[in-house]
Nanobody
């Protein structure tokens, strides 16, 4: 059974930074596309960033491009999201997700493509 556990969220002032981590188990981590999505109350889950199994293909939402950075450590079964220059509109629950298919060539942007999800970590940015 796939398990994804996010950590690193919290309360930060605008302009600050947080590093989110997602530890994966129950899958051959190095074979799967991973992604970060976020959601606020009343809205659909929103694409933030995705990274392919080797780390050679990365995509960002326009809203976070230049401020956020996704990376992965396949030896530690962990994917990261470094968030810099945070804005109040970045406030959301951030979710880690794993693709349904191993070695998919991608790119991936849609939450529907991901079959496993973590419980989420709250990021709150104060103005």
């Amino acid at each position: 059974q796939v398990q994804l556990v996010e950590s690193g969220g919290g309360l930060v002032q605008a302009g600050g930074s947080l590093r989110l981590s997602c530890a994966a188990s129950g899958l051959t981590f190095s074979a799967y596309y991973m992604g970060w999505f976020r959601q606020t109350p009343g809205k659909e889950r929103e694409f933030v960033a995705t990274i392919n199994w080797s780390g050679s293909s990365i995509r960002y939402a326009d809203s976070v491009k230049g401020r956020f950075s996704i990376s992965r450590d396949n030896a530690k079964n962990t994917v990261y999201l470094q968030t810099n220059s945070l804005k109040p509109e970045d406030t959301a629950v951030y979710y880690c997700a794993a693709d349904k298919r191993p070695y998919y060539s991608g790119p991936l942007y849609s939450a529907n493509s991901f079959g496993s999800w973590g419980q989420g970590t709250q990021v709150t940015v104060s103005s």
